[in-house]
């Protein structure tokens, strides 16, 4: 049983088995867009990878290969590919499930590494395609975020799966903690407004709530859409002319901040969003967890952070899956 987030953070270890330390690696798939969330996910792998040692041979965003994974280099055989975890495995995200898929095929003979993932499926044929080209592959190892997303994977897909905490949790104290609360008893509230909002329950409340895309400026927008043209530039003349990796780190790292900022002006946090909880528990902050559309959240609550002191499920007019 996890006890603290130490605990949590010492769990990520488990992906030491798969790739090893100092291992060649490519890293595809990270996010090259605004949500707070993937980008904590995408800092935690970060980090993990630096503890590591781990030689980072190549990199390309989620941007680049939505736009063909044929654009991919080809890569040594002993170069393990590792895909960027998150909740996107499934059929709500699509283009994000056929990046992985057309990487299994772009990559038969190279080891491939999905770090931690929510799995899920609304529609059964969806799953048996996907399934289907998993199997064409016999080296691929996907770490899941819940035990229903590990059974998932265990009973429709060949793969080699895992439980493993999100990735996040490596940024344990590297972020600021809250320690001293100024009892002004404000809460904040971070409910989804997207495909995965829970209706009606996140709607009906009468408070004032916000969403990631609220913590955003023009600006940051701007600055998203001119480095998705920087690196396409890169890409296609084959030299990195623009510093596109450090400079979207730099703009993840001080939108990371923003969020810790505003997010500490609170004494409580109320959310529907994953990686808000997972942001609060970072902060050292109380948190009450809600659902999100389909019970990826209070999966992630049972299998991990159920124990910590700081966290609380509330949903209870919700079905728990």
Known sequence: MMADMQDLKNAVSLIDNVIPSGSKIAFLAYPLHLNIGDLLI????EEYFK???LDIVYRASDFFCKLGVGRLPEFPRGVTIVMHGGGNFGDIYKEQQK???????RYPRHRIVVLPQTVYFGDEAA???SAAKFEQHNDVHVFARDERSLDILRQHFHVYSYLCPDMAHFLWELLPQKHNRCFSNRTLYLMRRDCEQRLPSDTSREVASVDWPDLLGNGDRLFRTMMAGAEFFNHTINRSVIPCLELWRN???RLIAKACSYFMQFDHVNTSRLHGHILACL???PIDLMNNSYGKNWDYYRAWTHCLPTCRWVDFDCEQP
Do not use: H, N, P, T
């Open 51 to 53: 503890s590591r040692r």
């Open 42 to 45: 995408w800092k935690g792998a």
């Open 251 to 253: 703009f993840a790292d």
């Open 99 to 105: 990046i992985r898929e057309d990487v299994l095929e």
């Open 127 to 129: 799953l048996a395609r």
């Open 283 to 285: 902060l050292r902050m």
